[in-house]
């Protein structure tokens, strides 16, 4: 007895850092975020370091007795700022990785701090309504008449959420205890060839195997075919399975290309079938009026997925599912254990999807909704979509750069020798520029200059620039052809050699 009460009369109180020094070393972090950010464009958009010096430094880090705090944040700061990839590098363009906003960064602090657990409302009443406006928010500024959503880790739970949704309207309550072994015929659902690898996961995760996804081809703008949809469900029909699902890219992952909506969303209404729309990283720019016909049909999705960590410069993560009937995501995930006193007539996001506790997600994109207005918002989408219109410009006057494609904010390209210019078409040639432009990116990842990915557009590799990144300016973009057009000499002569 005497030994358990020694114990819990004074606890280990190294957890607790005094608000002293809790305010010590929070002003000395907060400092050299300030002043990351402030060096950001001359510092390089990634570092050097060779995976194995990485994996040393980190696996020569001990955790077995613990450390003063100060000392241990000051390190680990400078680690991270000297060996980090920064995709809030003003020339970060590469995949769809936004550059995170300042309000956002300090919003993720303020939220762990109060650290409300946002899955029933008894638990974060604050939260739970910044949460609901959050949501209100994003749908609204799209134009999307969304009854209900909630905020997830990002676009693939976004997805699932909405896949998951589609699925349970399509089979009844009762596959809530049967799973889909009594299903009488195979389930299919439809989506383009385009469509990101989400889908694949979402097919075999829920049960009906990558084998029920019927892909759809695309034109050469990567949209999907309506036509070959609507044939393609009529035969399965036919065979006896049962189509439940389409799916509509609006901005897809490699090209920005956005399907025709409004022709999916007739389909879906001949057929009864449930409309998402994946618009993860595209979805955003249906706020843009510019953008209103492109998005023609938005409005008719079921659900939708977004995130807020690409086009509204969250830190990451944050996604968001919306759908039209918020009933369709409790009948899907709404339980009521014994074990929880929560009045079920207040918001609980836990009956909405699939996390049980969840975070305050929703503070870093409520703040920056504020802080910019969600006009400033749309401010700088079309700032992006405007900018990747004018690289695309630009590398179409160059005569050894071929512009490729350039959709909402993505822009592709590839270089080509003056020299062979002309042989373009000849297959052996084609194979060789794959080879070289895969190369000048290799290398492009290991300068840090520039960061940038790829995309394979009908056989050929092109170098691919998404610019979702609000540090970008034309000088950032002016200085990309000079810098491509000498590092694709060298690497053109080095495998020449
Ligand atoms: C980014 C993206 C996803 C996946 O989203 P994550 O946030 O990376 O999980 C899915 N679909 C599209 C079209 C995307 O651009």
């Known amino acids: 007895m005497a030994v358990i009460e020694k114990q819990t009369t004074t606890r280990f109180d190294k957890i607790e850092i005094t608000p002293d020094n809790f305010r010590e070393i929070g002003y000395a972090l907060v400092d050299q975020i300030a002043e990351l950010f402030r060096q950001m464009p001359e510092r390089p958009v990634a570092a050097a370091t060779p995976d194995g010096a990485i994996r040393e430094m980190v696996g020569a880090i001990s955790s077995d007795d613990g450390q003063e705090a100060g000392h241990l944040l000051k390190q680990t700061t400078k680690m991270l700022f000297d060996h980090s990839l920064f995709n809030g590098h003003p020339k970060f363009w590469g995949y769809i990785t936004s550059s995170p906003s300042p309000i956002g960064v300090l919003g993720d602090l ?44 990002g676009g693939n739970m976004a997805n699932f959420v909405g896949f998951q949704a589609a699925l349970r309207a399509a089979t009844g309550a009762e596959t809530r ?45 990567t949209r999907i075919n309506p036509d070959l949809l609507e044939q393609k469900i009529q035969e399965d029909l036919a065979a006896g399975c049962r189509p439940f699902l389409v799916i509509g890219t609006a901005g897809s992952v490699g090209f920005g290309a956005v399907d025709p909506l409004d022709a999916l969303a007739e389909i879906c209404k001949k057929y009864k079938l449930w409309f998402h729309i994946d618009g993860a990283y595209g979805g955003l720019a249906a ?8 998005f023609a049909g938005f409005e008719a ?7 807020p960590h690409k086009w509204l410069y969250a830190p990451l993560e944050a996604g968001c599912t919306l759908v039209k009937n918020p009933r369709h995501l409790t009948d899907t995930f709404s339980y009521h254990p014994p074990y929880y006193n929560f009045d079920h007539s207040r918001l609980n996001f836990m009956d909405y999807g699939p996390q049980n506790s969840r975070g305050f997600r929703a503070l870093k994109v409520w703040l920056s909704a504020q802080h910019l207005g969600m006009n400033g918002h749309r401010q700088l989408i079309r700032e992006d979509i405007d900018l990747a219109r004018y690289t695309y410009e630009l590398l179409e006057k160059e005569p050894d750069l071929e512009a490729c494609s350039n959709n909402l904010s993505i822009t592709t390209f590839r270089y080509v020798p003056q020299e062979l210019r002309l042989r373009i078409g000849d ?12 190369a000048i990116l290799n290398r492009l990842e290991t300068e840090g200059v520039f960061f940038m990915s790829n995309a394979v557009l009908e056989n050929k590799f092109v170098l691919r620039m998404c610019i979702v990144n609000f540090r970008t300016t034309k000088a950032d973009i002016d200085a990309l052809p000079e810098y491509i057009r000498t590092l694709g000499q060298q690497v053109h002569s080095e495998l020449k050699g």
């Open 301 to 307: 999705a079921d659900s939708v997925a977004v995130d």
């Open 177 to 221: 205890q049967t799973g889909l072994r009594n299903l009488d015929s195979e389930l299919a659902l439809y989506c383009s060839a385009a469509t990101h690898t989400w889908i694949q996961k979402a097919a075999d995760l829920y049960g009906l195997g990558t084998d029920s996804i019927r892909w759809i081809a695309t034109d050469k703008n």
């Open 110 to 153: 303020l939220a762990s701090a109060v650290n409300p657990n946002a899955g029933a409302y008894v638990l974060s009443p604050v939260a739970t309504e910044i949460e609901k406006q959050t949501v209100d928010w994003i749908a609204r500024f799209m134009g999307y008449p969304a009854g209900g959503g909630l905020l997830v880790s």
């Open 427 to 438: 297959p052996e040639i084609g194979n060789y520029l794959n080879k070289l432009n895969q």
């Open 287 to 294: 706020a843009l009026p510019e953008q209103k016909t492109s």
